[in-house]
């Protein structure tokens, strides 16, 4: 396989924008009417994502190894959208074609072979995966919205009990979606795992957000909404050891931070905790009361609120990354942050310049990736080497 001819060829391809998956979906659904099912109702979010990510990871099969972790995962993951090992072919048969289209002449009996047998490993690590996971997991779990509470006007907390026991680890998230949109999304589950199974999750409705806008506005108790194995690695606590903790949450980005809050109260472990947690404004701050408490049980925690914006301050916007470097040096401890993608990035930036190491910094933003935690950690990092180096 050359693989550089089929990079190149890819980014020819990438080049005709939202041409390629309209034609994609066309010929797939045309051939294959039976794949229309497993894609959202409304295909418009749905454009580029398959396209894109098949592209993306085809072209790169020389680094097939550094892609095999999430291949495996996205192949057991995508059994919940009731994707079949007899349904790879014909979304290999859609690609090949779109190739066709767009490469024209340039489309040679070679070129074609190597798409053939990239497309080929990938599907096979993915269909394998997807037959080991029967094993271990249902492809989906049915929950029934048990709690159902509106904390401010686009944000609510939900209480889910899945059906059967959904196994997850405090940090990951979990894939959520109502049955009459059909699409995905990652939600952070903000509880430890409890006794009776029950999943507490906090979502904030993105403004026509087919997903989010769906569970705070248009679900309530006894309704029935689906979700899918837990994802990531990026927040879990494994990597610190008994370390002491400096947490930074904005918004909903509370959500897997509590759940963290949770786990160390669970292990009884003597780690200290600072929280620094911050909303757009004092109005926003939606979980107060639960922060409260956590504080008041737990001696180990403390809790600084971030007003992002302050009456007294016109102009200023402060993040909770701005209050926790004014108010110590943390840099002995192992950092976990959580937000939109813009509170996050601006967290790293500023640790970085004082000082701080990646490797003692965890993170994880809420924006817009193709297909969740995962895919940021094996395809969007370029492969480098390993700089978890020790916290000082
Ligand atoms: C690992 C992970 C964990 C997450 N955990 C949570 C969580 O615990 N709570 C939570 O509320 N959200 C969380 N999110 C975000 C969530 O997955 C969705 O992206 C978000 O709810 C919007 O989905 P949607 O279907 O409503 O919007 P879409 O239909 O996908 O998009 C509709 C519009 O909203 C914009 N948009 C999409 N995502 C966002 C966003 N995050 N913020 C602002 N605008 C957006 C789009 O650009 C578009 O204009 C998480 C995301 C990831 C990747």
Known sequence: MDAARLKESWSLVAAHGDQVPLYFYSTLFLAHPETRQM?????????????????????????????????????ADHRKFAVRAEHYPAVGEALLATLRHFLGDQWTDELAQDWSAAYGLVSQVMIEAAQAAEAVNPPWWVAEIVGHE?????????TLRPQWLLPFTPGQSIGVSHPAVRSWRYYSP??????????????????????????????AVGDKIHLAAPVGDRLTLWPTGPADLLLLASGTG????????????????????????????????????????????????????VAGADFHRPGEFVQPVDRAL???????????????????????????????????????????????????????????????????
């Open 190 to 219: 903000a509880n430890a795992p409890r006794a009776d199974g029950t999943v507490e999750l906090h979502v904030r409705a993105a403004p026509g957000g087919a997903v989010s806008s769906r569970l705070v506005y248009g679900c």
């Open 39 to 75: 894609f959202p109702t409304n295909m418009a979010g749905q454009r580029d994502r398959l396209v894109t990510a098949l592209g993306h990871i085809v072209s790169n099969v020389d680094q097939v190894d550094r892609l095999v972790g999430f291949l495996r995962d996205l192949g």
């Open 254 to 305: 509370w959500a897997p931070l509590k759940s963290l809050v949770e786990q160390v109260a669970v292990e009884g472990s003597r780690r200290r905790v600072d929280l620094y947690v911050g909303a757009r404004s004092r109005t926003e701050f939606y979980d107060n009361d639960a922060i409260d408490k956590l504080a008041a049980s737990y001696p180990w925690l403390t809790v600084t609120y």
């Open 150 to 158: 509106r904390r401010a006007f686009d944000v609510a907390v939900l």
């Open 326 to 392: 004014a108010d110590g040096d943390w840099r002995s401890r192992h950092v976990y942050i959580c937000g939109s993608d813009e509170m996050v990035a601006h967290s790293l930036t500023s640790l970085q310049r004082a000082g701080y190491r990646d490797g003692q910094l965890h993170h994880e933003g809420f924006g817009k990736h193709w297909y969740g935690p995962a895919w940021r950690t094996a395809v969007e990092q370029p492969a480098g080497p390993d700089n978890s180096g020790g916290v000082r």
